[in-house]
């Protein structure tokens, strides 16, 4: 696992990149940020806290859901 802070993504926040299996073309950027009520939750970082994927504690929920949201980019036209 590699964090890392590249020019594309200028944000503060520990980032990590999901890859759609062996397509290094598709994939998120996935952070952790704070969600009212003081819980917190994975976020795609590019849309900031309108990218909110699954609440933090249930990490394959939120596998799931980022496997649904690569799915749609690889497969745009079936959605």
Do not use: N
């Not at 009212?36 to 976020?43: A, F």
């Not at 609440?55 to 929920?61: L, R, T, W």
């Not at 949201?69 to 079936?78: A, D, E, I, V």
């Amino acid at each position: 696992m590699k964090f890392y802070r590249p020019e594309v993504f200028p944000t503060p926040l520990p980032m990590l990149w999901v890859h759609a299996g062996l397509a290094k073309e598709i994939g998120v950027v996935v952070s952790v940020r704070a969600t009212p009520g003081g819980t917190w939750g994975y976020y795609e970082t590019l849309r900031g806290r309108q990218g909110y994927l699954w609440p933090c504690g249930d990490a394959k929920s939120a596998a799931e859901q980022i496997d649904l949201f690569l799915k749609h980019q690889m497969f745009p036209s079936t959605w």
